[in-house]
């Protein structure tokens, strides 16, 4: 399962969204029909997992616990979950973004979904623009990667 691209889409006045048919596709194809939705770790974006990517997630961080104090393992796994929702596409393919997510992500009208791989995520339109490279800086690190 891969998300790819770069959709926009508006927001109701109750917070809901309706999922690009694009990635609807997507999760057809793989028989999800559970997501969670979750605040980024790294940026200010929401983040969409598909049941099956967030159950392996789970599963990693268990294992990876193990050889950790269980205090500390208790508290890093209640961080990890705890600002994480579950939800279902109802019949139009919509969903609700609390508000708490919505403002946390600086979100109000519009978003921008960007596939990236296993999930998607959900942008403030603006935000996304200020969070990427310069021309320059990404064709730089792509030479460096080895990709161009």
């Given at each position: ?17 309706f ?24 940026a200010?974006?929401?983040?969409l ?9 789970l599963?990693m ?33 919509r ?13 109000s ?36 990667l080895?990709?161009?």
């Amino acid at each position: 399962m891969r998300f790819s691209g770069n959709i926009q889409a508006k927001v109701d006045a109750k917070g809901r969204v309706f999922l690009p048919s694009s990635f609807r596709k997507v999760l057809e194809l793989a028989q999800e029909d559970t997501l969670f939705l979750r605040r980024h770790d790294y940026a200010r974006c929401i983040t969409l997992i598909p049941a099956s990517v967030w159950n392996k997630k789970l599963d990693m961080l268990s294992d990876r616990l193990l050889d950790v104090k269980p205090a500390m393992a208790n508290t890093i796994y209640r961080q990890y979950v705890k600002d994480t929702e579950e939800l279902q596409l109802d019949g139009n393919g919509r969903f609700l973004i609390s508000k708490s997510f919505l403002q946390f992500a600086g979100i109000s009208q519009e978003v921008a979904f960007v596939g990236m791989d296993e999930i998607v995520e959900i942008w403030n339109p603006s935000a996304l623009n200020e969070s990427m490279l310069s021309e320059e800086d990404y064709k730089s690190a792509l030479e460096d990667l080895g990709v161009l």
